[in-house]
């Protein structure tokens, strides 16, 4: 079992639409929690960090844990086209590497 | 303008031929990070370094090193490369404090044939 599991997608939704990624994580002693973002041929972006359960929002993005289901979820409302890209989960085991997961491409259709 | 640049963006080299690829950054930050991303297996954490002349193994450390003499450059060194090492190389920092809320570099293409 990989430590950090996303589904690779890609995931369509049409613009406008809320788009919902998810990730799992095996460690249950991982204590933070990050999503990046990563436009094709580009570098990684920090979107949003959770550290504690439950949800947390900035602007169009939400995030959200469960630390007892061991998930965590990036929810984007009013999906735009420029929004398509890949999503990386990535988690804080507390080992000394941060565990990104291999992504979700998300397609947003204008 | 914050920044972590990298040089060179693309390198096409043959095995066993030493190559330096440079990381630097103009944020003053402590925590520095070396990651390689290959299709299928995300990011993985090659070598990181907490401050100046202070460097740990991520968990892909083979056939690598690093130095960290400033606090602003954190190059990666491949003193013998191998086709096993063509991939998609980052680099990035962060401050300790919140060492993962990382500012990436704009990668570096490595093929080596």
């Known amino acids: 079992q990989k430590e950090v599991e996303q589904n690779s997608g890609p995931l369509s939704v049409p613009e406008g639409a809320i788009a919902s990624l998810n990730c799992t994580y095996s460690?249950?002693?991982?204590?933070?929690f990050f999503w990046y973002r990563q436009y094709s041929g580009k570098s990684p972006e920090l979107i949003m960090s959770i550290y504690s359960n439950g949800d947390k929002e900035d602007g169009r993005f939400t995030a959200q844990l469960n630390k007892a289901s061991q998930y965590v979820s990036l929810l984007i409302r009013d999906s735009q086209p420029s929004d398509s890209a890949t999503y990386l989960c990535?988690?804080?085991?507390?080992?000394?590497?941060?565990?990104f997961g291999s992504g979700t491409r998300l397609q947003v259709q204008p | 303008e914050a920044q972590v640049t990298q040089n060179p963006r693309y390198l096409i080299t043959v095995t066993g031929k030493k190559l330096t690829v440079t990381c630097s950054q103009n944020?003053?930050?402590?925590?520095m990070s070396w990651y390689r991303q290959d299709p299928g297996l995300g990011l993985r954490q090659i070598y990181y370094?907490?401050?100046?002349?202070?460097?740990d193994k991520g968990d892909v450390p083979e056939g690598y090193k690093v130095s960290r003499k400033e606090k602003r450059n954190f190059p990666l060194i491949l003193e013998s490369p191998s086709p096993n090492q063509t991939s998609l190389y980052f680099c990035a920092s962060s401050e300790t404090r919140n060492r993962y809320e990382q500012y990436f570099g704009p990668g570096t293409r490595l093929t080596v044939t």
């Open positions: 990535a988690v804080d085991t507390g080992r000394r590497a941060l565990t």
């Open positions: 944020m003053n930050h402590e925590y």
């Open positions: 460690d249950r002693g991982s204590q933070s």
């Open positions: 370094s907490m401050n100046v002349e202070v460097t």
